[in-house]
């Protein structure tokens, strides 16, 4: 991987109508080609189907990209969606950066222009910020298997009792002095009108 | 509920809450207090032993109010776990204020109950001489009383001497019962030896308030006094008219029978000497014996007397005749009322207190009035006049009296006002020292003459062994109260020096004090759960029938009074700690020395199940629950509960079953006044109220609906069915509920065309919503999740999260997400389960890189980083920040605070955002 020389692909996602109706994505994509940089910028109907990854996956192979900016919907969507692409197609998942040019552009500005004009910045920020990304790595760790529930009415019980019959920890907090809640109150239930206890 | 309590794997803390969570998923640390319960869970049998001598009863929130509880309670016999709780809101503040720790409201609701030698135990477990503090005690406990703040203070020290009284004339069977004050033991308690003698000087209170202590550990101690009679100043200070002399014999007699050793006319002259005579330890407790004299002309004439030794000698029997004396006694206290009444009872002589201004007791000061004593105050004294050698008064001057600042009365003399007060005896009552002929003349005890004996907060001398206890020590007097608690410090005192530190430690309580505001007062006392009869105060026998003798002034109350004034309590801890519990409970298993605890568990994954908070209809008026027979559904439940308040029966208030029954949907739900929402589990749960009146109660049921939301599966068939049975439905809104004479009026409007828009019947059951739970904010913030508008938890998507969190690792199920049913309830909890298995049976987790790290070169460890990181992830060490990588969360607060830009952010740095802005900038 060279990290000196960035090869950026740029992707503008249309999401349907949804950013391309007030976003003019090719006038955005156009003007992100022109970039220092970036070797290929494409406007595409759905980037996160699978044909959109295989968009970027065969351009990375092609045309030798190194940094890829996608720019359509919130990162709390498909940024792991897109990380996992690039990196099935070789390249280190923190290669990566979104724009959001839905929520925060196209969802949000109703006029065209100024929406296209915000889009353009927006997807230029991560143009100028990919240049310097490193390969970052997650960092794995052991997890606790034992779970902590928090009051102890049916849900609790019934969560309880369910995780600690496949043999985990479990802790259950009650803040009264016994369990049961509400439902060691009642009578019969519906609709079967049985014994609540 | 019950596997839950037997499944090898499942920890139940109960009376537990959150306090902190911590840590990140797969790895999270959470911080739980558990509230102690008091009884020991493993060892409680929930055989009910504890609970049937618990005099303490409270509203029962289980119950919802129906009933009442004792203190000691369990919510019901099939709770898991199964073992009893004890509910303490606090320590009363009467046992707060009093120096001698006595449980007094616990005492006065075992009095309330009409059990007095129960009371009797609770009053002895920390005073060995009830008689003489129900008589003679200041009583701060009432000063602190909470009914104070509303009318006057509990009478506690009258309700204490009916409770000694009580004893006296039963003693001969107290003899026979065993000691509930120490549980297990016979009234004589019997004590394993521990072969250690311990020198007691004195027998007052101090002293043998130790002695009892020592002698109960096991210790053999032996008390020396001076007099012909032990007590010290309960004997020798405070005369019979106050505190007769056979109820003191009897508590010291009662001292000794348990083999506490007094040598009487034993004076003893040099008391560290005693260590070498085989003893182990000395105590010495020889109290303040001596009034002290002013230097002012004539105050050495043989016409002066000392109050001390005035009334030591009159108590001792010495016959002194007063008759035709004119009597001037110095002094503004209680010892001077008792030198003035004690003098009036020697042939009625005129007696004049003459002082700046009295501090004592008011209840004393007037039935020294009534006896003719004249206080003579606003004076200030300069010299005692004589003529022919003989006394013939005192000169004074008038003067200003202020208040008291610093233990001192602010007074300004006038001048020109000299007069005389006409007097042939005067007896000095101004004040007491010590004496310290227990030490041998070179003594090398540090004493502090005349303010006492300095020690350590051991209550050590200098000399290693030998100890200080009551008004000697500090060198002044004060009241037997005072001396109780200076015994028992002194005792386990001793008994630590003697076990080389091991022994009993000091006492704490651990308890905020449960002072009741005025609110909370009134509550009570409207709701009835307290008399609302004023103070009963004490009576006395008429002063011509007591002047020439020394009968007992005060009268005792009578049983009805006792019961009456204890019925004002309004027992502020809840439980008193009357220890009633601890002595009936055969496995040991209760323990009122328990305190919170902070637990620690680390956990993958957390589940949120807290529920929800039934809708309180007091602030829904038009729905009528302030009439009696208008209750919620959940109150039905417990009424036809076979184990609830009535046994199963439905009842009105008058008793009798309702003949005709209306229940109202959607009380404080689908309504803009209280809650938008459905809270979807009440028309299901109306219609089974329906069957359940129809079928056991045999009434009319009225249904009172606005839409019939029988979504569920079976669910339409059961409103079917309910129709079937031939209950009424109404369609329509509820508009009021009035009361009728004998009936209730349930109203409505849009009922469907010429149909009935009201009814009359005997009972209303509302149909309550749910509501978030009252802490759900405070706990929505501890945990880092949010709420939806509503005031629930919110789920991370309607849809695709409903039991996740934006918290990765929380979950949500059950009510506390949003109002839902029993069958939708269990089916997220399984929902629920399901994803924390599956997260935290992974093995491992993949955390984002995206964390601060420390260029080290540019660290100066200045620590600014670590004091605003929300998170506690850093921590300065040689010099240099470090970071806990698997707390920080990345939120660059560190970043931004470091002054020499030596913190950065992983996949944040300074180019890498700057290049961002730039770009967002062209």
Known sequence: ?197 | MVSVGRHENIELLTLSEIEELSGYVGNFKATIRQKARYVQEDMCTGCEACTQVCPIEVLNPFELGLAMRHATYRNSAQSTPNAFAIQKTGIAPCRDACPADQRAMGYISLVKKHRFADAYWTIRRENPFPSVCGRVCNHVCEDACSRGEYDEPVNIVAIKRFVADWAYQHRDELDQMPDKSIPGTPFIHKHQPTGKKVAIIGSGPAGLTAALDLVRLGHKPVVYEQFSEPGGMMRVGIPPHRLPYDRLAWEIDLIRREGVEIHLNHRVSNAPGLLNKGFDAVLIAAGVHNAVKLPIDNSDHPGNWLSTEFLRKVLLGERIDLSGRHVIVLGAGDVALDVARTAIRLGQPKVQILCRGMRCSEHELKAAEEEGVRILSSRVFKKVVTADEKIIGIRCLDAEVGGIVDGRRIVREKPGTEHLVEGDLIIWALGQKGDYDFLPEETPIVSQNPTGIQTNNEMMTNIDGVFVAGDIRQGWTSFVVNAIDEGHHAARAIDRYLNAGAGIPEPSHGMPVAKLTREEIELKITAGRASNQPRIKISSIPPEERINNFKEVDLTLTEDQVVAEASRCLECGVCGECMECVAACEKGAIDHTMRDRIIDVNIGAVIVTTGFKDFDPRIAPEYGYQYPNVITALEFERMINPSGPTGGKVVMKNGRRPRKVAIIHCVGSRDDKYHQYCSRACCMYSLKTAQLVHEYVEAEVHEIYRDMRTFGKGYEEFFNRTKQEGVHFHHGRVKSITREEGYLHVSWDEAFFQQPDHVDVDMVILATGMEPQQDAARLAATLGISRSNDGFFLELHPKLGPVETRSEGIFLAGACQSPKDIPDTVAQAGGAAAAALSLIDQGTVKLDPAIAQVQEALCAGCGQCATVCPYGAIWIENGIAHIDEYNCKGCGTCAATCPNKAMTLIHFDDKQLISELVGALS
């Not at chain 1, 503008?12 to 090719?26: M, Q």
């Not at chain 1, 498909?78 to 690039?86: D, K, L, P, V």
Request: charged letters at 25%; glycine letters at 6%; one cysteine or more.
């Open chain 1, 1 to 197: 991987m060279n990290r000196s020389k960035p090869r950026i692909g740029a992707y503008i996602c249309r999401c349907g109508t949804n950013i391309a109706a007030t976003v003019d994505v090719e006038e955005v994509a156009k003007k992100i080609g022109f970039l220092p940089g970036v070797v290929i910028a494409r406007d595409y109907t759905y980037m996160c189907s699978d044909p959109g990854q295989n968009l970027i996956k065969s351009d990375i192979k092609e045309h030798n990209l190194n940094r890829i900016v996608v720019a359509s919907c919130s990162p709390l969507m498909h940024e792991a969606t897109f990380r996992h692409a690039i990196e099935e197609a070789g390249l280190n998942p923190f290669y990566f950066q979104m724009a959001n040019i839905r929520e925060q552009c196209s969802w949000v500005i109703k006029d065209k222009a100024l929406a296209t004009e915000k889009a353009i910045k927006m997807t230029t920020a991560a143009v100028q910020r990919i240049r310097y990304h490193r390969p970052e790595k997650m960092r794995p760790i052991d997890i606790t298997p034992a779970v902590l529930v928090i009051g102890g009415g049916i849900a609790g019980i019934e969560a309880s009792l369910k995780i600690a019959d496949a043999g985990k920890q479990v802790y259950l907090v009650e803040r009264e002095s016994s369990i049961g809640g509400h439902m060691a109150q009642l009578y019969k239930t519906f609709p079967t009108l049985d014994c609540s206890a």
